[in-house]
């Protein structure tokens, strides 16, 4: 079985901060992928980044970066001087060898001006 | 940019009734999913269909549900008979390939179903 566990439930910060969500999973596949997408309060969801299982070099693309740990099974991801338009609720996701995405709860960020 | 597409927004449907939710995958994606979140919970798996046929399905997908791709274009997900519960958000998603290709899936815009 595989799972999904973002600890934050909700994180408000002010605008330019810099804010980092938490995510561990856990499976028992060796390959497997990774995902952050976002659903702002229109309801959408947003693709954002992928990490697949065999490459733990940590990115970063704009204002997203990210921080995969295999040890710790922990896809952390990090927004740098937030703003406001990055109010929503984030979603890691895990896919593993089947064809399926395992959502985590959400984690509800509010970005203040 | 080619996107998911789902008809309607939103459906009001009395308890009882059947519904069918419409999505038009991207046109050269292979596999095709149905998620669901009910409002303020987290999104969960219904089922995933390729080639033709059920790939994976969750629990929640018992025998109230169904799914179909009637033409080369759309994807359905019937409710025979929907119940309260089943008011939700539902999403259809699609992605050109399996796992082991790193792609991700992309979203529709969603369908929320109310149950009255």
């Known amino acids: 079985a595989q799972k999904v566990t973002q600890a934050q439930t909700e994180i408000s910060v002010v605008e330019k901060e810099d804010v980092t969500l938490d995510c561990v999973y856990e499976t028992r596949d060796t390959t497997y992928y990774l995902f952050w997408y976002k659903q702002p309060p229109s309801g959408e969801l947003v693709f954002l980044i992928r990490r697949n299982s065999f490459d733990e070099q940590n990115e970063i693309s704009g204002r997203y970066s990210w921080n995969f740990q295999k040890s710790t099974s922990s896809f952390n991801f990090t927004i740098t001087a937030s703003q406001v338009v990055d109010s929503a609720v984030y979603f890691c996701v895990l896919n593993n060898a089947g064809n399926m995405l395992t959502f985590g709860g959400g984690t509800r960020l509010m970005v203040k001006p | 940019e080619p996107e998911v597409t789902q008809t309607p927004s939103h459906q009001v449907t009395q308890m009882g009734q059947e519904v069918i939710l419409r999505c038009v995958p991207i046109s050269n994606h292979l596999y095709f999913y149905w998620y669901r979140q009910i409002l303020g919970q987290k999104v969960e798996f219904l089922v995933s269909?390729?080639?033709?046929?059920?790939?994976?399905k969750s629990e929640i997908f018992d025998d109230q549900f169904s799914v179909e791709r009637p033409d080369g274009s759309n994807f359905t997900l019937k409710i025979r008979s929907t119940k309260l519960e089943d008011s939700a958000m539902y999403f259809c998603?699609?992605?050109?390939?399996?796992?082991?290709?790193?792609?991700?899936?992309?979203f529709g815009q969603g369908t929320r179903l109310t149950v009255v």
């Open positions: 269909f390729y080639n033709n046929e059920i790939s994976e």
């Open positions: 998603a699609s992605r050109p390939n399996r796992l082991g290709q790193n792609t991700e899936a992309f």
